[in-house]
């Protein structure tokens, strides 16, 4: 076991080496109240001078476990008091973020945490975030992205720098932050639900790590030198798919990815690793491009018929379409169920990812829609009908004419994948009185045109989240 002096040569000698900290910087650290944290607090608080930074600490409430969260915060509070250092705190609904989020309650907190001790780094004016992440910790997050399914770059776990968050006890073991703390006589509280082996982290580090550690003592070391190894060969792969962006393009919040990306069979691996990067950023963090998912986008690279949905996953779809492949968001659309809403002055429907304004004004001379803004005439309404399309919806088009909803689409040059999700506004008689099409706006049909000194009725379509 390590004495103290070498547990601080280490802590310094990783803020050196990985350039954590400049000269005169401000830093704010996460504190939770835990053993690691206030194992850090103090290594940073005695390295101040040597270091020549100023210390800020962040608690984050989470809004789950009752007093006891009170308690930690509070043990927080004090403890920074102590140390000498300015205090934040927040309070976050964790339980609620995770349901609306489609969310674990752990992913949930740790998404939270980490928007909020930006926040608080933005408006204090640090240069870092500091979190005690250990060398434990480590091998927890290596082994449960094994178990749960990850490509070479997840086994990067946890780096000791992921731009402004850093890491200094990265590489220092979890018993001897215990024995630093117990030699000290330094106070910290225990969070009840570290035990919890429900949570499949605590699962593992409770059931599985020690049964590791004892037929292999070494293991974390060896983690340790793997993780190192990887992040050097990471590095160079992220130079190498660079070249890969010029098959990517960004249109309308969806990504449209060139199927010449995998003509060179040579670069496969690039291309995967190009690809995962780029569905994390933009549509599912803990999404996993495996090799199945990347031999069906092979499949189908060499076809260049019109639009044919080849995925969906839960929170993106992708579909091949002539020469390239197109991924959006899975909820991006109006919804297919119908709603009926009784027509009064002011009032609004959500419809899928959609929400339509109603309200009643002053009429304009014509009924040509103005983007994501139209109007109707309502006369002899009681109410209206939101539904998605039907494939024998028609529309009033000039000269008493009638078209084919379908066939506005196609005239419009609306891409197949896009036209699900269209929402239709419809009076109770069946007839159409307006199309929305996201990223294109309404079009209202010539029989519900507007007129001056006519009843009116406008109609505005915005993102419902």
Known sequence: MRHGRQIRSIFLGTIHKYKMIQNGD?????????????????????????????????????????????????????????????????????????????LSLEHAARDLRYRELRDIKSETGAAKIVTAHHLDDLAETMLFRLFTGTGPSGLRAIRPVNRDIIRPVLFIPKSEISEYLAQASILFITDSTNTDTSYPRNYIREKIIPHIAERFPGFRGRLKDLTLIINSEEEYW??????????????????????????????????????????????????HANLSFIDNLIKF?????????????????????????????????????????TLIDNFSIRSGDVLFDFSRSDCGNSGESAGDRC???????????????????RIGISGGRHKKVQDLLVDMKVPRWMRDEVGVIGNEAGEVIAVYIPGYGFRVSSKFYTAAGKPCMTVTARNGD
């Open 301 to 341: 690279s060499g076809k260049t018929e019109g639009a044919t949905l080849i995925f969906r996953a839960k929170k993106f779809k992708v579909f091949s379409s002539y020469r390239e492949y197109v991924f959006e968001k899975a909820d991006k659309n109006c919804a297919k169920e119908t709603i009926h809403a």
């Open 375 to 393: 109007e109707f005439d309502p006369s002899g309404m009681e109410s209206v009908i939101i539904r998605g399309r039907n494939d024998g919806d």
């Open 238 to 287: 992220e130079r190498a798919i660079r070249g890969l962006g010029r098959y990517l393009e960004f249109r309308d919040g969806r990504a449209h990815l060139d199927k010449e990306i995998f003509a060179d069979t040579r670069k496969l691996p690039l291309a995967r690793r190009f690809i995962r990067g780029m569905i994390t950023r933009r549509f599912d963090t803990s999404f």
């Open 26 to 102: 401000k830093v704010l650290l996460g504190l939770s109240g835990g053993a690691d944290s206030v194992f850090l607090a103090h290594l940073l608080s005695d390295c101040r001078a040597e270091l020549n930074i100023t210390l800020a600490a962040a608690h984050i409430h989470h809004g789950i476990r009752g007093n006891e969260a009170d308690r930690d915060r509070e043990f927080c509070r004090e403890t920074a008091e102590k140390l000498g250092m300015e205090f934040y705190t927040r309070t976050v609904d964790a339980p609620g973020y995770a349901h609306e989020h489609g």
